[in-house]
């Protein structure tokens, strides 16, 4: 069974830029869930889908949207791109009410 | 709110030693899940255990058990016989809405 994947692995941009993420999700796993790592502030939540309805959304500007399509696959946008968003961007899937939740390998974005 | 606490920024390991990686919450929740993960370098972020706030056994998967004490709310991970690849970076993470992580602990195994 193939795991969580995520693509670009890696990517630079330049400021004012957009950048969009892909995340497919283990086969059968509808949830999606997305996160940003920092140094500075270590793992935040960003937002939650489900079945392709955001379920909850974390403490982030507008500049930060995603989507969920009908296959379950995640895609995460970030739009006039900054400095500070420069991080690893992790996806998460699991099934509904699982007690495991899987990480692909992340998207590393530097923002120039 | 829930809050994950790691005091242990980092830890050294000598290699077939055990190790425990400390790990305290902070919730209102009666129901909860406590998770730890490893990251190693390429930034992957790797399920290891679980321990449901209802079980009544420390979770265990091979080498990785959880040492759960629900009134000190701690969630301990203790890995046994480490290994030279077990050197990354360790979560302690809490599911409520969503997963909220602690700081983590690097953990260097020395040969």
């Known amino acids: 069974k193939a795991g969580v994947t995520q693509t670009p692995r890696y990517l630079i941009k330049t400021r004012g830029q957009q950048v969009t993420l892909s995340c497919s999700p283990i086969?059968?796993?509808?949830?999606v869930s997305w996160y940003q790592q920092t140094p500075g502030q270590g793992l935040q939540f960003l937002f939650e889908?489900?079945?392709?309805?955001?379920?909850n959304k974390g403490n982030f500007p507008g500049r930060f949207s995603g989507r969920q399509f009908s296959n379950s696959r995640s895609e995460m946008n970030v739009s006039t791109l900054e400095l500070g968003d420069s991080a690893l961007y992790l996806c998460?899937?699991?099934?509904?009410?699982?007690?495991?939740?899987?990480f692909g390998e992340g998207s590393w974005l530097t923002v120039v | 709110a829930q809050k994950i606490t790691q005091t242990q920024p980092g830890m050294f390991v000598q290699e077939k030693e055990a190790v425990t990686l400390d790990c305290t919450y902070d919730?209102?929740?009666?129901?909860?899940?406590l998770f730890w993960y490893k990251q190693p370098s390429s930034g992957e972020m790797i399920f290891l255990i679980y321990?449901?706030?209802?079980?009544?056994q420390n979770a265990t998967e091979g080498r990785y058990s959880l040492n759960f004490q629900k009134a000190r709310k701690s969630a301990n991970l203790v890995i046994s016989a480490s290994q030279l690849g077990d050197s990354a970076m360790y979560f302690c993470a809490m599911r409520g809405v969503y997963l909220v992580f602690g700081a983590g602990t690097i953990l260097r195994v020395k040969s």
């Open positions: 998460a899937s699991s099934e509904q009410g699982a007690d495991t939740i899987y």
């Open positions: 889908y489900f079945s392709e309805t955001q379920r």
């Open positions: 919730t209102s929740d009666q129901s909860y899940g």
């Open positions: 086969s059968g796993h509808r949830s």
């Open positions: 321990q449901g706030s209802y079980d009544e």
